[in-house]
């Protein structure tokens, strides 16, 4: 199965096309939802469209962790810098890597260092 995104309204439109450009299934979550829809109603959007959440917003690994859902898997980006063409390089260099772990549910931090993977449903 390919995996979907769903990038929140912080990620630039430039690296939603940079990720289509590269073969990635992306769209905004302002194309699906007003922009002014809760992090909730993206939430189960995301569910039931079966897609990860691409982030700079911590509260979506917040909500799923506490939940203890197994889905759906979200990619928080924690950078200093979110220029757009550097979100776009971070984003290419670690997808490969991490794109099992969330197919089967994750939520997966990224940083200028590196990245971590905590699998879903998150454990205490």
Do not use: C, W
Request: hydrophobic content about 45%; glycine content about 2%.
């Amino acid at each position: 199965m390919k995996l979907k995104f769903i990038a929140d309204v912080h990620i630039s439109p430039l690296t939603v096309k940079e990720l289509q450009k590269a073969g990635y299934t992306i769209t905004r979550i302002t194309d699906k939802l007003p922009s002014t829809a809760s992090d909730n109603e993206i939430i189960q959007l995301a569910s039931k469209k079966q897609a990860v959440i691409i982030t700079q917003d911590l509260d979506f690994s917040a909500i799923i962790a506490q939940s203890r859902l197994n889905s759906p898997s979200v990619i928080s980006l924690r950078v200093a810098n979110a220029r757009p063409d550097m979100i776009t390089r971070m984003l290419l260099n670690v997808l490969p890597f991490i794109e099992a772990f969330i197919a089967e549910g994750a939520i997966v931090s990224i940083d200028e260092s590196g990245y971590r993977i905590r699998r879903l449903p998150v454990e205490d």
